[in-house]
Every structure is written in C-alpha cells, then in structure tokens.
C-alpha cells in the first residue's frame, strides 16, 4: 500500500493537484454569476423576494442613534480598508511570531480574502441589482447589490481566522475564540441590511461566495498540503518509498551498522491517523531524531488493534522508548503493553480529552509535550486494572465508570468529535441528564457492600478533567490508590449544588491532597463508611485499591473515554508504580516511587540507553 500511495503522488504531485483545486474558483465566479441571474431576472418580482425589502424598510423607520453607530463599526470591519488592513496584520504574525514562518497559513489567509475580492467584482460586472429603495446611510460604490462585498469579505477574512484557530490550534479556548469569529460575518451581513446597503438575498449571496472561497482555498493550501507532507513522509530523502515499520536515517555523523540499520535508539511510535496529523507526525519525526532516536518504528491504531503492532515490536526487542501520539485511548492501549515492562512511554497528547497528559501537567502543544519529555526523566506511576462481565482484563490510566458518563461517550458523535472536540461529549450529555438513577452497591478492598442509587459511577487513577475541573480531588497518579466518586443529583437543587461545588474545584495546576474530613479540601461531611459526602449528598467519595461495583441491571460502561460493551460488573484495582512515563518533571512536582524491580525513584537517562527490561 505505500509503494502505491508512492506512486500516486509521482503522477499526480502537490502543485498539479493544487493547480486542479484551483479551477474551482472559475466554477465558483460562474455559480455565484448564475445565482446572480436567477435573483435578478427568474425570481425578481415572486415570493419569496417579494418580502425581502420589507426588513430595510423596517430598520429604516426604526433607526436611532445606538444602532447606527454599532453597523457603522460593523461595516467598517468589513469595508475595503478595514479588511485589507486586518488581513495584512494577521498576515504579518503569521510569518513573524511562530519559531517558524507559517506560509502555508499566510497564504490560505492572504488568498482567501484576495480571491473573494476578484470573484464578487467579476459577479458585479454581469449582474447588476440596484440597493434597496430606503434613506441610505452610506456612499453607495459604484457595484450592484448583489452580492454584498461587505459579508463575502468578512467571511473570507473571519472565517479564514476561524479556519485556522479550529486546525493549528488546541485546548478548549479555541471553541470560543472561533465561535466569536464567525459571528462577524452574519452581524455585518444584518448592520448592511440595516443600513440600506443590501437586500437579504444579497447577504446571502455574500456568505455563500465567502464560505465557497474558503472551501477552495482551504483544498489549495491546507488539505494539499497535508496530502504533500504525508507523500513525503513515506519516502526517504533519497526517494525511496519506505515499507512497513518506518525508519529514520542515519543522521550526518552517525555510523551506520554493514546492515544499514542506524546505531541510533529504537524507538516505536504508535500513532493515531486521524488525531496525529501528517504536520504533527513530521515534527515527532525530527524531533526524535534530535534526541538520538534514529530507528524508528512507526506503527497506525485500528479499531481491531488500538495499540497497533506495539506488542509485536516490543516482544522483539531492544525497544528503548515508545510514543502514544494520540488520544487517551491510545494512551491505555499502549500502557496496557508497556506496564510492568521497564520500557518507558512518552505522551504526545493530540486527541479529544488527553487527561492524562493534562493531569501529568504537559504542555498542550503535543511537540512541545514531546521536546520538553525527552529533555526530562523516568518516573513511575500507577495504572489500574479494570474487568467485568463480558469486559476482559485491561489496563487504564485514567478513569473507568459506568452510567451517565459512559452512555455520554457511548454516544457522541464521531463526527462532531472531529470537528468540536470535548464538546462533542457535552452535546451528547444533554441527551442523558433524564436518564434513571442506578441501584448498585460497592465493596472496598473486600469490605462490607455498601448499597447505594447514583447516576454515574467514577472510578479514577487521576482526578482532573478539561478546563481543569477536579471530579475526583484526592486522586493522584502515585498514591497507590484509587478514588472513586457516585454521582446523583436529585432533582434542579442538587445540579446546580454539584455544578456549584465542581465548579468551585477548578484548578490550573495540581494542589497538595486534601486529608478526610478537611473542609478546605474535596470533602465536605463524613458518611457512613468512611466516606465524603459533598454537594448536599450529590456526590460522595471513597477511596480503595481494589473496588468492586455491582448493578442491578447492565449499564454502559467505559475506558479512558472508550466506550465499553455493556455490564452489571466493574472490579478494578491498582498496579503501584507499573507505568514508566518518560516526563519533563516528577508529577505533583515531587519524584515518584519506581515501580518495583525498576531500579530507583527517578532515572534521567534520557541520553542513555535504557536496559532494564532486556
């Protein structure tokens, strides 16, 4: 499959592919000239257009100051020189303050406002449409009406931001800030009509010639240049396409052994196609063959196979480090090989949730998470192990739980998780907030069961969730202990205490474990059985190494945000110190116990082969 792939792109190159996208900017002119056609000509003088003056109409006889002055910014936003001069400053930081010039992003943004530009003057040369029939309240340019230059511009400079927040960027700001961005085109798009300046239909045809120039731009510059990486990174710098488990060269100054393969380290790189993009896959490529790994095995996740073939290589041999570049999922299929082994995992956290990157307190640039652990150490910290009815063995590193949690990522939309991220889940979670309570009861470290209703069940080795929530307070990934939290809010009054209290444990960095029954801490008032009640009883904490949670009826369950099948059981328990994490610093900033037979508590021997587990 790669010797085809290689192929392909010999016949079918980045500038020729990206000349063809090109065409489609003449089938745009031509769609947008044939709208223009069918506004002026077909449907001039039937319903619906019949109705559309009546809105200028309506803004004129109820101007006043206030909204004047707000669609006089708006359009100065988009007028000529206010998009021309915004898109030059973008453009100019584009090129200055990244490490490296991003020109594929310059270039998108640059090309994206100068095409809509020349596609509405060409529209305007066929079509002419006259401006609503209203006092005016700006210079009418010589142009026709349709269709507004305004929005289309708006939407090409805008949008195109937003484009580029959304793909180069992560963490959970990026929503927001792209969400803010694109509400400019429609608010210029309604100040215009305000104004006098355009029919509806015209702000129509503005969005629609806007959001076309970004598609196509978007296949010149973004997506063809993705696909260019990608048949680069299949080919060596001789031109040779690579086969099977990828490798890097010998770099300038290395001896290479009489079998060609490098002196280097080995490393395998077990990596998510859709979370680790084919930029992302290039820089984790250079940046391990900067830190001495020269043999490189990289190895793509499956739906059968989360872990690839990383059991395969490491029952091999000789593997000096592994790298999860994905999502949690990936995460756990990897430490599920790698724990108990000696072989270290380094996170490059680039999919939906990355709370175990987030909890290990890494970078959220995944390259930056990269260079900054392999500048670092070895540190061990826990994983549990979690089975069931109908659920095997398996390692987590993060959280297992069963109800409201699980049903939510059982069924978020794989689709609006590529395109939103975590907030996919909570679009999915406003489908579960009438779900029944659960009966179950719980067993800690083979105690007396302890019976109870809730609505979710959360069983974790770390505790903090996006945006720096603390569900679970006291948990930590080197106590040696697993926390667990049975959430059940009853009725409005108990949401709003749990969100009240959950929303009072937001965090930006890890804070010193909170002991039973300190009131600054999680814990709130002590129940029976030694546990924490908080939020009015809607949500009560415990604490064990080995938990075992029995329902009354088969629940969704899940795995480090893997949906799980179905299941009236959940046993887990914890594995101290059995994960090697290769970390820039110690968790919680204080070295971590090794797991046994590892060797010492903390091992930077990032310049150094490691040997233990061979």
Sequence with gaps: MTGNKGSMTTENGGPARRLRYAWLVAAQATLMILL????????????PLTLEDRLPRAFAEHRSPLGNGLSAGLSLMASTEGIVGVTLVCVAALLVLPRAPRWTEAGFLGASVAVQSA?????TIFVERPRPEVPQ?????????????????????????????LSRTRGPWRYLTAGVLLLVPPAVGLSRVYR????????????????ATLLVMGLVFLYGRDRDRDSASERTPYGVPRGGAEEVPAQPGRLARTDGRPTGRRVVVV??????????????????????FTDQRWTSTTVERPGGGLAEECAAGDVDLVVACGGDGTVRACADVVAGTGIPLALVPCGTGNLLARNLDLPADPATALEEALDGGDFGIDVGRVEGDGLPPTRFAVMTGA??????????????????????????????????????NIRLDGGRRIRRRARMVVIGNVGTLQGGLELL??????????????FDPRGAAGWLAAATHLAARVVRRPAPAPTPGDPNGANGANGANGADVVAGGSLEYFSATRIEVRFARAQAREVDGDSMSEGALLTA??????????????????ALPHAPGHGSQTQHTQHTPHTAHH
Aim: hydrophobic share 40%.
């Design 36 to 47: 223009g056609f069918f506004v002026t000509r077909v449907a001039d003088g039937h319903w």
């Design 119 to 123: 596609v509405f003057l060409l529209v």
């Design 137 to 165: 309240l700006d210079g009418a340019p010589p142009t026709s009406s349709f269709p507004s230059g305004h929005v289309g511009a708006s939407v090409a400079l805008y949008g195109g931001l937003a484009t580029l927040v």
């Design 196 to 211: 006098g300046m355009h029919h509806p239909s015209d702000v129509a045809g503005g969005l629609l010639n806007g959001g």
């Design 271 to 292: 990596r998510h196609p859709h979370n680790c993009p084919d930029e992302l896959a290039a820089q984790v490529r250079t940046r391990l063959g900067r830190h001495g």
């Design 403 to 440: 109800g409201f949690d699980a049903a939510m990522v059982r069924d978020a939309s794989p689709a609006l998780k590529a395109r939103l991220g975590w907030v996919a889940y909570t679009l999915s979670a406003a489908r579960h907030l009438r779900d029944p309570r659960m009966r179950l």
């Design 473 to 486: 307070p006291r948990a930590r990934p080197d106590s040696g202990r697993l926390e667990i939290v049975l």
């Design 573 to 590: 328990g914890i594995e101290p110190g059995a994960l090697r994490m290769r970390l820039p610093r110690a968790p919680g900033a204080t």
